[in-house]
């Protein structure tokens, strides 16, 4: 917005940076000083004495001899399992991503298409469907899943999770396929194309931009879960966040909190990297279901 | 669309949504009525050459049939809602007998877990959702007018509070808020209190658990707001500006009536977020003090000994009449809407 009227004071032009600098430090600052921590050891990052030690590297020198290590990083993927907990957040993750975008796109296209009043009626469930608080689902799940034995393993989690995930993902494909004209799909239907045809040739070509914009938000859900996975999974099929959660825990040896610093900046990286690579569909997701609904 | 295809194109993900999102609930309201069963108890004759005693010991063996034949429990009727862990009826009647003064009876009650817990839900949405909702939007006003070469990367600053998981968010700002941090060490060194630390106090565990949260959920307020300011229109701000109103009044009365709906919008979605919160509890380590409504649900399920499956879906129960609570002004607006549009 520039308003070629709009004439701007130079103190507010200083007041307005500073604002944003000081926004940004506390935005980003405690990712940066976890992200140099990972490097020291314990008795520095969490430090008794002096803080300052976080800094000066004081008993890392003494320790190991330089001013960083990656011990606990090799000491978390090795000895802490973290591998394990990587290879299952990837295997979950995929998995998620794809069942949910097939179920959601489909779904969210005959909403979309569909002029009934039922249409409007499932939208209102998916709506309050998405606020459930997740751990009030999972206290439901766990009685049957015990007794059905199917508790622990990844596929449930995965099917749980697409479940959870469904109803923003109709949502947001539900505006995303309002957008595109009805002509296009009607004059496919009408040169003999099945519905089915004219989704899969037709529709979904031009509708890449929203199943990003879907995708990633599924991703996000897969893989920053927290309850379901801490609940549903056990030990040994732990995804990366809980067992974050799992090395906070236990304290049997001093290494185990610098694992779990090292572990939050392990699951945080790729993260970071994706939504700095996908920033504007990040944020045409989060706008779409807003500014039209 | 004919209802036919219709249907076929959505049975998958309606499938999934009823299976897994409408039968929990049903399962989970079912599980409320019952609580675990009751340990077997059988009396046990000890003999020795001074006498016989007669003691009492659980029956392990009995315990475990009884659990497998029925391993819901026993049915308990509303009995687990208005036990001590919930509800507590017979507690608050027997306080408000007691107590002499409202502000002691108030203080008896919000000491029961279910009302302690409901407390801090309540308080943590009264703090956290407006001042989301004012930060955001200052951000959003103060971004937008920078210029457009150098948005991008302070986009990304901003929203990367919210795009890592609130465990993970929280765990990184008590690393540098515990004793043992950057920030803490230095706020010890400031009021020179050697023992001031966030465990130390429940009224510090409360505000830091709340600025973490305005933190971690302003960035989704920004985003939404940065976008709405997008499609403000030009001609009436420049209107504005003409007839010598400040920036202020061309805020007050353009830009804020503009954006008035999706402010409702971010209101309500950050409101049912935050009447969840839960991870935080755990990223700060700060059960002691600040239990949450989602947090005794957790705790019933991760029970040691045995897992408190009624106890949690009560729990739940009351938290979904909760979130049913928030969300009925919005489902009776869009209701209205919609029988008006027909």
């Given amino acids: 917005m520039e308003y070629g009227l709009d004439k701007r004071s130079n103190a507010l032009k200083t007041f307005n940076t500073t604002f944003i600098i000081i926004w940004l430090l506390i935005a980003c600052f405690p990712f940066i000083w976890t992200f140099w921590g990972s490097f020291k050891v314990r008795a520095d990052f969490f430090s008794r004495a002096d803080w300052w030690y976080a800094i000066s590297a004081f008993n890392t020198l003494l320790e190991t001899g330089g001013q960083f290590t990656s011990k606990a990083y090799s000491e978390a993927w090795t000895e802490g399992e973290f591998w394990k907990a990587s290879r299952n957040t990837i295997i979950v993750t995929v998995f998620v991503v794809s069942i949910s975008l097939f179920l959601g796109t489909l779904g969210a296209y005959a909403l979309s298409r569909s002029t009934e009043r039922y249409a409007f009626w499932i939208l209102i469930a998916a709506l309050i469907f998405r606020a459930m608080p997740h751990i009030t689902l999972v206290s439901g799940y766990l009685f049957p899943f015990f007794e059905l034995q199917i508790w622990g393993i990844l596929p449930t989690t995965i099917v749980v999770l697409v479940a959870i995930n469904q109803p923003f993902t109709l949502w947001l494909l539900y505006s995303f396929f309002k957008t595109v004209p009805k002509e296009l799909d009607e004059s496919a239907l009408i040169d003999g194309c099945s519905y089915f045809q004219a989704f899969r040739y037709i529709i979904m070509p031009v509708m890449w931009p929203g199943v990003i914009t879907a995708g990633l938000f599924s991703l996000m859900l897969a893989y920053n879960d927290f309850t379901v996975t801490a609940l549903l999974l056990n030990q040994e099929n732990h995804t990366m966040v809980p067992k974050i959660q799992s090395y906070l825990g236990t304290n049997q040896h001093e290494g185990n909190l610098m694992w779990a610093v090292s572990a939050v900046v392990s699951a945080t990286a790729p993260l970071f990297m994706l939504v700095m690579f996908f920033q504007r569909q990040v944020i045409s997701g989060l706008t779409t279901g807003a500014v039209k609904g | ?342």
């Fill in chain 2, 1 to 342: 669309m004919p209802n036919k295809t219709f249907f076929w194109f959505f049975l998958p993900t309606g499938l999934a949504m009823i299976l897994f999102i409408g039968l929990p609930i049903i399962s989970t309201g079912i599980q409320s009525f019952y609580a675990q069963h009751d340990q077997v108890v059988k009396e046990v004759k000890k003999c020795d050459p001074f006498g016989c005693t007669v003691s009492i010991v659980v029956d392990q063996e009995a315990t475990s049939i009884l659990r497998d034949e029925k391993p819901l429990g026993k049915f308990n009727g509303f009995g687990t809602y208005i036990d001590r862990n919930h509800l507590a009826i017979e507690q608050i009647s027997d306080f408000w007998k007691e107590t002499d003064t409202f502000g002691e009876f108030i203080n008896q009650v919000t000491n029961l877990p279910f009302y302690k817990a409901l407390l801090f839900t309540l308080t943590y949405c009264l703090f956290v959702t407006p001042n989301v909702l004012l930060l955001g939007f200052i951000i959003a006003l103060s971004l937008n007018a920078i210029s457009r070469k150098i948005r991008g990367p302070l986009i990304f600053g901003t929203i990367l509070p919210m795009i890592v998981t609130p465990l993970v968010g929280s765990l990184v700002l008590f690393w540098m808020i515990d004793a043992e941090g950057i920030i803490g060490a230095n706020l010890q060194l400031m009021m020179e209190d050697p023992y001031l630390s966030l465990k130390s106090s429940r009224t510090l565990t409360w505000i830091t658990i709340i600025i973490y949260g305005i933190w971690h959920h302003s960035p989704f307020a920004f985003v939404v707001f940065y976008a709405a300011l997008q499609t403000v229109p030009q001609e009436p701000v420049e209107a504005a500006i003409i007839d010598g109103a400040s920036r202020y009044q061309r805020i007050r009365h353009i830009v804020l009536p503009h954006i008035y709906p999706v402010v409702t919008f971010v209101a309500l979605i950050s409101l049912m977020d935050n009447f969840r919160v839960f991870e935080p509890i755990i990223g700060f380590s700060a059960e002691g003090s600040a239990q949450s409504l989602s947090w005794l649900i957790y705790d019933n399920l991760v029970n040691e000994e045995v897992i408190l499956f009624g106890s949690a879906a009560a729990t739940s129960m009351m938290t979904i009449i909760g979130i049913a609570i928030l969300l009925a002004p919005v489902l009776i607006r869009t209701w209205k809407e919609f029988r008006t549009a027909r």
